[in-house]
């Protein structure tokens, strides 16, 4: 589950309702404030003993949770931006999942908005199969930088239909080889405001999906 939570309307506890009726089992919640923080690490640790922050004052704040023991947290770069590359212990195996943040531009044609694409599927190139990316692109799925990343990288998208009634997407999930997307929705607030996606995978063949919404 992805959570942009300075897209989210409602209060706190709604939220934390809503998760505990999904129950995913892995969620990234980005552009947090403090107090949000505190809240959902102190009322969802039972369920995701596992978790990584990444502390900033902009948006680049990141917390994952997870039900899965976290075995390593690499830290990469984009335009001088902190990502996180969290490796989870999945029933054996190892889940590999990249959440990451884009910086919208002033101007969306801008060299400095096109490279960070260029940036993330660099780094992608060099790592293994089977691994998913999810976050905040600030682009919609059919920029020329979404579009080269996907031809750059050979990543699948796991987004199959939009809603152009409702809005342009930005938040998305890509997966590798070895890994089957049997599920992606959007997730809106009680006002019908989308604030994340929810993604079900099926990784390595296992029959018990990895839920990551």
């Known amino acids: 589950m992805h959570i942009n939570v300075f897209n989210y309307q409602n209060d706190n506890k709604t939220l934390l309702q809503k998760i505990k009726k999904t129950k995913p089992d892995i969620i990234s919640f980005e552009e947090w404030t403090p107090d949000f923080k505190k809240y959902f690490l102190e009322h969802l640790q039972g369920d995701y003993p596992y978790y990584s922050v990444m502390n900033s004052i902009d948006a680049d704040n990141k917390i994952v949770m997870s039900k899965y023991k976290i075995n390593k947290v690499d830290t990469f770069y984009i335009n001088m931006h902190p990502q996180l590359d969290i490796f989870f212990d ?21 060299d400095a908005f096109y490279l960070q694409t260029v940036q993330l599927a660099d780094y992608v190139k060099t790592k293994k199969n089977p691994f998913i990316i999810v976050g905040d692109f600030n682009q919609v799925y059919w920029s020329k930088g979404i579009r080269n990343f996907l031809l750059d990288t050979k990543l699948k998208n796991a987004r199959r239909y939009v809603s152009f009634a409702k ?6 999930i890509f997966y590798s080889n070895g890994i089957f ?21 099926i990784i390595n063949g296992k029959i018990n999906s990895l839920s990551l919404e």
């Open 90 to 110: 999945y029933k054996g195996d190892t889940a590999n999942i990249i959440f990451v943040y884009l910086f919208p531009e002033i101007k969306a044609k801008s």
């Open 167 to 172: 809005r342009n997407p930005y938040e998305h």
């Open 181 to 201: 997307c049997n599920d992606l929705q959007e997730v809106y607030d009680n006002n019908n405001e989308p604030y994340g996606i929810e993604g079900v995978f």
